[in-house]
């Protein structure tokens, strides 16, 4: 079989270097939290494929739901002939949904294309109003709009612009580093009195949860000020939960701590627990407002995708995943917390749920630790942990295990964090 080195080099030569890639080593197999690679070294996953593995690698029960769907058929594309499994997952997720207004739902491939047609649905629906207001830090993924959208320059929108017009960020609250919730809803006020009035504005879209931006956790009067700004002025409210969705905060929808109800989620990654899929779900008066054949896609809402979908939402249904995920983010806090008397680092320890990270200064400063940070993560790589970093200054580490992770092996990786974040100083 081909060693690391050697794929590494074949993949240099044959992929272009935009498509950066964090491991050295290539794949071979995984089972739940643990992944091996092409010369039997065994890694834990803390990475779960950028939050997409909650329910774990290769989970049985999505696995059976797949492979009997692989049976049947695998594509014949929604617009042309449906299945029953698109409708049956859209009327569960209407039902668990937040918020009491009547739901519709709608399918895609990825969480980009989702956020994606949520603006177009918020488009026509207001008309065809021009502006959107994102965060900053924010991330909505790759494409032309959801990287206009997104609030972080390099690496994402470096050198690919120029992006659609009359897209605005505003501060997103963030206490560590000096923005107030107050702050952000000035900007925004701001914003309506000297870029665009706020008539002309048709999506509002945040991340309840910053994903990329740093586990940041949207306070829940931002939020609710957020709505009420919407509901004044007539625009669209959009939570972008495709990272935090599913059960990463220990509910179905991290929005459903916040006593709100957004007009449009949506929601990718651990939806699926591994297939590509995608979707969003919002108040029907507006998810009906475009035309019949103005959304859609080739292979929007894959037959084997939500196969998947529906198995999870089984076992999201069952509901210890929830629970779990809650019991394992508070033992990550309190381990950090405890540690903070021997790593000066530790700025801070949040999250909601098992969405927990730790941000890393440098001690007795309020200066991010970028380097450090990226030591941790060499170290705990060398030790057999796959962790990553994240935030606006590279010095966040956040945790995408599989929530189904075994108690062990769960330990076993804190310890090795644990003794990174020591041997990193
Ligand atoms: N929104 C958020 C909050 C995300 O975290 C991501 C991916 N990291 C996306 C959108 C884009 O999803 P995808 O990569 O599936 O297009």
């Not at 050295?24 to 992944?35: C, I, P, S, W, Y």
């Not at 070294?41 to 049985?60: C, E, K, S, T």
Request: charged share 20%; with cysteine.
């Amino acid at each position: 079989m081909a060693t690391n080195s050697d794929l590494q080099k074949r993949k240099d030569a044959a992929v272009p270097k935009g498509v950066g890639v964090l491991c050295k080593f290539f794949a071979d197999k995984a089972k739940n939290a643990e992944v091996w690679d092409v010369e039997g070294n065994r890694y834990i996953d803390f990475a779960g494929g950028i939050g997409v593995l909650n329910n774990g690698h290769l989970n049985p029960t999505v696995q059976a739901a797949v492979e009997a769907q692989l049976q049947r058929f695998t594509h014949t594309c929604f617009s042309i002939i449906p299945y029953e499994h698109y409708v049956r997952a859209a009327e569960r997720i209407n039902k668990l949904a937040p918020g009491p207004s009547p739901k519709k739902t709608a399918f895609f491939s990825t969480g980009a294309e989702a956020v994606e047609n949520a603006i177009k649905i918020a488009r026509f629906h207001t008309g065809g109003r021009p502006g959107i207001v994102a965060f900053a830090a924010s991330f909505h993924g790759r494409t032309n709009m959801t990287m206009a959208l997104t609030g972080k320059v390099a690496p994402y929108k470096l050198g690919f612009g120029p992006f659609p017009s009359d897209v605005y960020h505003v501060p997103y609250p963030n206490e560590l580093h000096g923005v107030s919730v107050q702050d952000s809803l000035d900007a925004l006020n701001t914003l309506f009195k000297t870029a665009i009035e706020p008539t002309r504005v048709g999506v509002l879209i945040l991340e309840i949860v910053q994903g990329e931006g740093g586990f940041n956790v949207a306070p829940k009067e931002f939020v609710q000020a957020l709505r009420k700004i919407c509901d004044q002025h007539g625009i669209v409210y959009v939570h972008d939960e495709v990272q935090s969705g599913f059960g990463r905060t220990g509910k179905l929808f991290a929005t459903e701590y916040y006593d709100v109800e957004p007009d449009i989620i949506a929601m990718a990654k651990s939806m699926g627990n591994g297939y590509p899929i995608s979707g969003i779900v919002g108040k029907a008066s507006i998810m009906d407002s475009p035309n019949a054949g103005g959304l859609g896609g080739t292979y929007a809402g894959s037959p084997v995708g939500l196969a998947a979908v529906n198995a999870v939402l089984d076992i999201m249904e069952e509901g210890g995943i929830l629970k779990r995920s809650c019991m394992l983010g508070d033992k990550f806090k309190a381990r950090m917390e405890a540690l903070k008397k021997d790593v000066p680092y530790i700025a801070q320890v949040r999250g909601l749920g098992s969405m927990v990270a730790v941000e890393l200064m440098k001690p007795g400063t309020k200066e991010a630790a970028p380097e450090y940070t990226k030591k941790v993560q060499e170290i705990a790589m060398s030790k057999g942990l796959l962790i990553l970093t994240c935030g606006t200054y590279y010095n966040v580490i956040r945790n995408l295990y599989p929530i189904t992770i075994e108690d062990k092996t769960f330990e076993e990786a804190m310890s090795i964090l644990e003794s990174a974040m020591k041997e990193a100083m």
